[in-house]
């Protein structure tokens, strides 16, 4: 069974950087893609990113390209989300979503879901 487990969030001020963790256990890692998605109170869940199962491709929201980058490192089974320049907007509960089958935007194709990290920009 697949695990997820998010870590990083925070507070930070508007302008500010946070970096996001989503570490992975219980299969191998390289067989998954992994996504990043947020929902902010009394919103729909949306896509912010997402990188491929080698990690050689990536899909953005147009909300934060240029401001977030995903990576992964198959040494340690992680996913970042590094996020400069946030702004109020991004206030949100950030989770990690892992598929086998597929890096889109759509949430009903990630099969695994960790439990989220709560992201708070003030302005």
């Known amino acids: 069974q697949v695990q997820l487990v998010e870590s990083g969030g925070g507070l930070v001020q508007t302008g500010g950087s946070l970096r996001l963790s989503c570490a992975f256990s219980g299969r191998t890692f390289s067989s998954y893609a992994i996504g990043w998605f947020r929902q902010a109170p009394g919103k729909e869940r949306e896509f912010v990113a997402s990188?491929?199962?080698?990690?050689?491709?990536?899909v953005y929201a147009d909300s934060v390209k240029g401001r977030f980058t995903i990576s992964r490192d198959s040494a340690k089974d992680t996913v970042y989300l590094q996020m400069n320049n946030l702004k109020p907007e991004d206030t949100a509960v950030y989770y990690c979503a892992a598929s086998m089958t597929a890096y889109s935007s759509a949430t009903s194709l990630w099969n695994y879901w960790g439990q989220g990290t709560q992201v708070t920009v003030s302005s």
């Open positions: 990188i491929s199962w080698s990690g050689g491709r990536t």
